[in-house]
Every structure is written in structure tokens, then in C-alpha cells.
């Protein structure tokens, strides 16, 4: 069959098959946990809780502030509020709820909904923003907001994203073969929100296990028509705008939401999680990370408590083989380096990789010899080695005017470049402050 592809992109040394086999695990470190008031886009929450004060498992602790943009938070664990304190976190450090884990993972009466069929899309949403339910492929946009385009932006094609396209990353083709019955149940709900779109899965095609049990569960299911689409293996597939263009040969304009032209992405694992949230009663408590990399003792897919400490949790599955050079939150392609381990997982942690020193080695920066090998990967077609001049000059006005805000942060500029140039990381950089001047 003949695939349609995005312009651009690399194949980037895919390390999947270090976990690809490893069934998800649950862990539940004890100790601390620690749960950020801002884990989604839009405004930090609000604490519901007070120091010293007892917490279930399941209990809300957090909510966004009255008529703004968020979703909840809930406990992960059973225990005592310890402090309501700015703590480190990937990236930074944010207002956060401690709570010391009583070690007991009592949990409040969840309600299940045994008609949850037959639920409308009004008494759907709530239930998805009040369950703390964001992308879980790490973008953690609020799923309920996702969920309601404007009016004059129609639906007519819903697709599910199991690319997971990142290399190391095996978490959402765990989900999808342990999990295929819940991610259908999830799909019904999308069905019951917008009956008249049509649904496609769409994965990599390295995934073929996958790809089997969501095809049977499909089957199985009296769901209509469902897709399942396998796509070439090339990075950056998961991203929305390239997801989209393969699945259906539509280009979402520059600065346009995926609404513009008719479609809604949604992670798989999210898909899940709307299910257990709507038919089981239970919040987003738990995510599936894969702990990876060579220096890892052993790599693995989680099943871990929101909150956990990355140190805890590292020390829970044995640690590491050797001293790594690195340790990245996320893939090592749009990932974040930690400076320290005292950090939570939060929803959008996919995965932890830990790469030996060996591997870590940063090549100083060489000046662009103008190969154009960047422009070339570049898939939402910008000039990267322009832009990264634009941000170094700090000239923010030609930046966003030669389209840096597009920049979808992939980082295959930067993999491909032969001079070493940061590329991403310019970018980055740029688009934040460029963003905040705009906003100002
Ligand atoms: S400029 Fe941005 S979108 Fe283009 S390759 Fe580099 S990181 Fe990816
Ligand atoms: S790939 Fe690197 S060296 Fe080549 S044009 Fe881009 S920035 Fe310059």
C-alpha cells in the first residue's frame, strides 16, 4: 500500500527494543510525593488540601481556578500532607502539594457508572475535566477542552495517536497490547461526542503487535467503522500536524489548531484513561513510563503513582547499571535533561532514559557550513540554521516573521546538523521569550 508522508524528518536510532517486551509493572515507591500545581497547559491549580491534613488515594487535592483553563489533581497515594511548598520539578521549580505516602494505598469509593454507553457528551466532559485527564503523550493540554471546538470548527475525523514515534519510548505500545478493550471502551465515548466523524488509529508499523490486538478488539466491539492505520516508521509521526497530514492529506495552517481542518488527535493512553474515568469512576492517578537506557539495571514499562520522585523511583527497579552520563525526561528527542533526580513524574512523564557517559559526550559547536541538511529534515518546512541565527541576534521580530513559532521542537534540525549546532535548544529558547513579549 502506498503511504502518504510529511515532508522531512530522520530516523533516529530507535532503542525500543530494550523495553518493547517488558509488560507493564506496577511500582509504588513509598516516601514522598510530590504533586505540582501547573501538570497541565493552561493555570496552575488551586490546593483544596492543608498541611497535616489526612489523603486517600483518589482524593482531589487541586482544582483549577474558577473560569480558567486546567484540569484537577488528585492524590496518588494515601497519606498526610506534608507542605504546600515550591519544589524542583523538570525544568524548574513550582508550587506543589507534598504528601508523605502512608504506605497503605487506601483509596475513596469510586463510583462506577454501569450505563456509561449511554452517557451525552454534556455529561461526558465534566467528568473528563473533573478526572484530571490531559494529553498523555506529553503536550498535557486539558482532554475536555480538546474535546469541545468551537462551533464553526466541525469534526469529521477523530484520530487516535499510537505513532509513539519517539526512539526508547514503549509506554502507549504497552497500553495498546495490555490495554486494546479499554482504549476501544474509549473510543465509544469519542463516538458518543462525535457520531458523525470518522475514527482512525494510527501507529507505526513497528509495531505490528499492537497493531493485531487493537485490530481484534476492534472486531470484537460493535463500534462501526474503526481504522487501524499503520504508518511509515519516520520521526516525527506523532506529532499532530504530521499525524494528521498522513492519515488524512490535510494540512493544518500556520498557527491553526487541527480543528481548523475538520480533525481531533487524541494520545491512546488518554483514550484509555477517559474510560476508566467515565465507566470506573477513577481519576488520573497512575501513568505507564518506560525507565530506559543503556545505563537503566532494569528497563522496563511502570505502572507508577503520579508524584513519585524519579530518585524513588529509579531506586524501586534496581537502579543503575552504571553511572549515567544523563538521565532525560521524555525521549531523547523532545526530552529534557535533569540536573537532579528529586524530581516528580507528573502526567506527562512517558519515560525516563538514562544514557551511558560514553554517550553523552557534547561535541562543541562547530560554525553552519550551509550544508541546508536541516532545512532538508525540517518537517513543518522552516530554515532552522536562519532561525537560529534570528535567536542568537535576538531579532524576535524576523524569528517570528520567518515562521519560528512553528517550530514544533523536534529536535531533527539539531540530529541531523553535522556542525553540532544547538539548534532546538535556540529555538526553544526563542519561541518562549518571543511568546512572552507577544503576550505582553
Ligand atoms: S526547526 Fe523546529 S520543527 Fe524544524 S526540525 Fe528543528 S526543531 Fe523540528
Ligand atoms: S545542518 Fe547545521 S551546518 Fe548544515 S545548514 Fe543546518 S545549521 Fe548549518
Redesign the pocket.
Known amino acids: 500500500m502506498r503511504h502518504r508522508l510529511f515532508r522531512g524528518g530522520v530516523h533516529p536510532d530507535g532503542g525500543k527494543e530494550l523495553t518493547r517486551d517488558k509488560a507493564i509493572t506496577p511500582v509504588a515507591p513509598g516516601g514522598i510525593h510530590v504533586f505540582p500545581l501547573g501538570q497541565h497547559i493552561g493555570a496552575p491549580c488551586l490546593p483544596l488540601v492543608e498541611k497535616g491534613q489526612e489523603v486517600l488515594r483518589g482524593q482531589l487535592i487541586a482544582s483549577p481556578p474558577e473560569g480558567k483553563l486546567g484540569v484537577s489533581i488528585h492524590s496518588s497515594v494515601s497519606g498526610k500532607v506534608r507542605a504546600i511548598e515550591v519544589r524542583p520539578i523538570v525544568g524548574g521549580r513550582a508550587l506543589s502539594i507534598v504528601v508523605e505516602s502512608d504506605g497503605q494505598a487506601r483509596e475513596v469509593d469510586f463510583d462506577e457508572r454501569p450505563r456509561w454507553e449511554e452517557l451525552s457528551r454534556e455529561e461526558i466532559l465534566p467528568i473528563v475535566s473533573g478526572s484530571g485527564i490531559v494529553g498523555l503523550g506529553g503536550a498535557c493540554f486539558p482532554t475536555s477542552v480538546k474535546l469541545s471546538p468551537p462551533p464553526d470548527a466541525p469534526i469529521d475525523t477523530v484520530i487516535l495517536n499510537g505513532a509513539e514515534c519517539e526512539p526508547y519510548l514503549t509506554c502507549d505500545d504497552r497500553v495498546m497490547r495490555e490495554h486494546a478493550e479499554d482504549i476501544v471502551n474509549g473510543t465509544k465515548l469519542l463516538r458518543r461526542i462525535f457520531p458523525d466523524a470518522r475514527v482512525v488509529v494510527g501507529l507505526e508499523e513497528n509495531k505490528p503487535e499492537a497493531m493485531e490486538a487493537l485490530r481484534k478488539a476492534y472486531d470484537a466491539a460493535s463500534l462501526g467503522e474503526v481504522e487501524v492505520k499503520g504508518l511509515p516508521v519516520m520521526y516525527p509521526q506523532g506529532s499532530e500536524k504530521q499525524l494528521i497530514y498522513a492519515v488524512t492529506g490535510r494540512a493544518v495552517p500556520s498557527g491553526k489548531l487541527p480543528c481548523a481542518v475538520g480533525c481531533l488527535v487524541q494520545n491512546v493512553a488518554t483514550v484509555r484513561n477517559m474510560y476508566l474515568a467515565v465507566a470506573k469512576g477513577r481519576p488520573l492517578m497512575d501513568r505507564v513510563v518506560t525507565v530506559t537506557g543503556e545505563a537503566v539495571a532494569q528497563p522496563g514499562n511502570y505502572l507508577v503513582p503520579l508524584g513519585t520522585l524519579v530518585a524513588d523511583l529509579l531506586e524501586a527497579i534496581g537502579g543503575f547499571r552504571e553511572q549515567p552520563g544523563k538521565v532525560i525526561a521524555g525521549g531523547p528527542m523532545m526530552g529534557f535533561a535533569l540536573t537532579r533526580l528529586d524530581v516528580p513524574v507528573v502526567k506527562g512523564t512517558s519515560g525516563l532514559v538514562a544514557q551511558l557517559r560514553s554517550a553523552t559526550l557534547v561535541e562543541p559547536e562547530q560554525d553552519?557550513?550551509?550544508?541546508?541538511?536541516?532545512?532538508e529534515v525540517c518537517p513543518m518546512g522552516l530554515e532552522?540554521?536562519r532561525l537560529?541565527r534570528l535567536a542568537l541576534l535576538e531579532d524576535y521580530d524576523a524569528f517570528v516573521d520567518e515562521g519560528g513559532m512553528d517550530c514544533i521542537e523536534c529536535g531533527s534540525?539539531s540530529y541531523?546538523?553535522?556542525?553540532m549546532?544547538y539548534?532546538v535548544q535556540s529555538l526553544r529558547e526563542a519561541k518562549r521569550t518571543a511568546g512572552a513579549r507577544r503576550r505582553k
Open positions: 553552519c557550513i550551509r550544508c541546508g541538511r536541516c532545512v532552522p540554521y537560529n534540525c541531523t546538523c553535522p556542525s549546532r539548534l
